[in-house]
């Protein structure tokens, strides 16, 4: 089985265009949550304004120029936000026109929901303004794999490429995928990733309906923690097959060392302590590190109710008292939700505080729950000697996926 070495981190966020600009920020315990108002369609009932982690607008100016010709304005929001990440990872690994690209790299994206904001422009367009035809570039913009296509079009990437849904698992998923084809000598290259654009007006009105939202923010493992808060963006992880990349003297940003997958086989909603920890069991057996404590937990964290007191019985579950211990993050506090993309975003920034021994904090956090008892990183960013990264990520249905990284200096 061949290693994996992380090569390139990109990203894309309410917190900046670029990893760079979003690290900094969480760093520095900034969020990127604001209230917004959606919805002020004529044809819908009248806008909503809620606490939102909404990408600014700009960035696709700069996104044609690097490629070279226009390409942003021709997809829908979801596809932009991973092929602005895609770009900022594959240029970092030094892979860029390199020969590896046209047969051995895999792209593999997810994303949980596709083309929203195409989808309803088509829907206010039949069934609000009564026009019998739809958009010709509708279907294109809508289907999923939109972005995996983008990218393989703009960079000559001519290996096994597509994309994998499965709600809030989807980039984890992607991440696991991708590196199962290097582990087995398939490809030497994956691009890996994902990302979301669900802060319209129907998906926001279809989550407020499962009162799955906050109406203040997102206050991860904070006792009077009441929802998620959406966000918009994307990140990139450049997969590399570590003798490829030593070989063209790559610099290795981490190393993918475990990954577990799950499913609880329970309840479309709600979380299932049992599935999630058969997952993290998975990925920390492959990495060999049950019996480690020098692990940084990037948690799955979205504040909710049920989602953080599972998440907490889970790590106790595999790693016992030894759980309370790990230091804990939870970056969706300052970016956001962002469905299907939060995973790859999460564990890039995970990796990033790995190689910085810095771990960020977790925003807005108010109170201590019993339910939650452990070790919060909150007030301000810490300084850490965790060698290893748990990046968890559970999705409705009872979809879970645990991702294990070393940092650049090894395990």
């Not at 303004?129 to 958009?135: D, E, N, T």
């Not at 490809?187 to 129907?202: C, K, L, P, W, Y």
């Not at 995970?350 to 977790?362: D, F, M, S, V, Y």
Request: glycine share 12%; with cysteine; hydrophobic share 50%.
């Amino acid at each position: 089985m061949n290693r994996i070495a992380v090569t390139g981190l990109g990203a894309i966020s309410a917190l900046g265009p670029s990893f760079e600009t979003t690290w900094q920020a969480v760093a520095a315990g900034r969020g990127g949550i604001a209230r917004c108002l959606v919805g002020d369609s004529p044809h819908g009932p009248g806008g909503l304004e809620l606490p939102m982690a909404r990408v600014a607008e700009g960035y696709e100016a700069a996104l044609d120029a690097a490629l070279g010709h226009p390409v942003a304005g021709g997809l829908d929001p979801f596809a932009r936000f991973v092929l602005a990440p895609a770009l900022e990872a594959l240029e970092q690994s030094g892979l860029r026109g390199h020969p590896v690209l046209d047969e051995r790299t895999a792209i593999v994206f997810g994303h949980g929901l596709g083309g929203l904001a195409t989808l309803e422009a088509g829907y206010e367009r039949f069934f609000g303004l009564k026009s019998p035809r739809m958009h010709p570039s509708t279907v294109p913009k809508v289907m999923v794999s939109a972005g995996v296509s983008a990218a393989a079009m703009a960079f000559a990437i001519r290996g096994p490429v597509f994309a994998v849904s499965s709600a809030c698992a989807s980039s984890a998923h992607a991440i696991a995928q991708g590196a199962a084809m290097i582990a087995t000598g398939q490809v030497d290259v994956a691009m890996v990733g994902g990302s979301e654009a669900v802060s319209t007006a129907g998906s926001v009105r279809a989550w407020e309906a499962i009162r799955a939202m906050s109406p203040v923010t997102c206050r991860p493992f904070s006792a009077d923690r009441d929802g998620m808060v959406l966000g918009e963006g994307g990140a990139v992880l450049m997969l590399e097959a570590w003798d490829h990349a030593q070989a063209r003297g790559a610099a290795i940003l981490g190393e993918l060392v475990g990954w577990g997958m799950s499913s609880d086989a329970f309840h479309i909603t709600q979380p299932s302590p049992e599935g999630q920890a058969r997952a993290m069991r998975q990925a920390a057996r492959q990495a060999g590190a049950l019996d480690r404590s020098d692990i940084l937990v990037s948690a799955h964290g979205t504040g909710t109710p049920l989602n953080d007191a599972a998440e907490t019985r889970s790590l106790v579950e595999v790693f016992g008292e030894r759980a309370r211990a790990m230091p804990v993050i939870a970056t969706k506090s300052a970016h956001g939700h962002l469905i299907g993309g939060s995973a790859a975003l999460q564990a890039a920034l995970g990796l990033r505080a790995l190689t910085e021994g810095l771990a960020p904090p977790i925003l807005n956090f108010t109170a201590r729950d019993p339910a939650c008892d452990l070790d919060l990183v909150i007030g301000e960013a810490r300084p850490i000697a965790s060698k290893l990264l748990l990046q968890n990520a559970f999705a409705f249905g009872g979809l879970n996926v645990a991702l294990m990284f070393a940092g650049p200096n090894g395990v």
